[in-house]
């Protein structure tokens, strides 16, 4: 059974880049069956999607954030990772990783990681 | 890309049926049989409940189901109970261009 755990610094200052890294147990990204995902979720607000890879390396944005967001994998470590640039307190959420079917369908997803953007 | 657009809130009676609605647009939900819905407790990660606008991951009751009409999905959960008191999301496929479209969420009380 799949997992995936997300994993980076809680605590990122204003105007710098958020990194995170969400690594895959109990089975290999590899799959061509999958994409790839990050959606984050803002304290007390809804899901927003930011970007899905697939193990080739294409990437689609949510276009909303595309100017800052760079996606890649590491299929030799079972590992994707997000890049958010340019951070500001808007950016603050919780990320989630999560393994995406047909596109658009999250059927796997990280525990979820807390973000704080503050100086 | 705007998101797809779900009530805010709705409640129901334990036992009672609710309804919760997902409209999009005849480039997302329109056109895609890839609708999605998830649940997500307070403080938990969300928990995909259906698939495909009408398929049920393993394990998930049968209380929980799924349809389309146009732009619009819809959940419908059956004989409420306290547990799916929860926060539920939608999603859809948007192309090769975009990929994902998420709802704005709606929060079912359960009386």
């Known amino acids: 059974q799949l997992q995936l755990q997300e994993s980076g610094p809680g605590l990122v200052k204003p105007s710098e880049t958020l990194s995170l890294t969400c690594t895959g147990s109990?089975?290999?990204?590899?799959?061509?069956?999958?994409?790839w995902g990050w959606i984050r979720q803002p304290p007390g607000k809804g899901l927003e999607w930011i970007a899905s890879?697939?193990?080739?390396?294409?990437?689609y944005y949510n276009p909303s954030l595309k100017s800052r967001v760079t996606m890649s994998v590491d299929t030799s470590k079972d590992q994707f990772s997000l890049k958010l640039s340019s951070v500001t307190a808007a950016d603050t959420a919780v990320y989630y990783c999560?393994?995406?079917?047909?596109?658009?369908?999250?059927?796997?997803w990280g525990q979820g990681t807390l973000v704080t953007v503050s100086s | 890309q705007s998101a797809l657009t779900q009530p805010a809130s709705v409640s129901g009676s334990l036992g009672q049926s609710i309804t919760i609605s997902c409209t999009g647009t005849s480039s997302d939900i329109g056109y895609y049989d890839y609708v999605s819905w998830y649940q997500q407790h307070p403080g938990k990660a969300p928990k995909l409940i259906i698939f495909d606008v009408i398929d049920r991951p393993s394990g998930i009751s049968n209380r929980f189901s799924g349809s389309k009409s146009g732009n619009t999905a819809s959940l419908t959960i059956s004989g409420l109970q306290a547990e799916d008191e929860a926060d539920y999301y939608c999603s859809s496929y948007t192309g090769t261009g975009t990929h994902v479209v998420i709802g704005e969420g709606t929060r079912l009380t359960v009386l």
């Open positions: 109990g089975g290999s990204i590899s799959s061509s069956s999958y994409h």
């Open positions: 890879i697939y193990y080739t390396g294409s990437t």
């Open positions: 999560a393994r995406v079917v047909r596109g658009s369908q999250f059927d796997n």
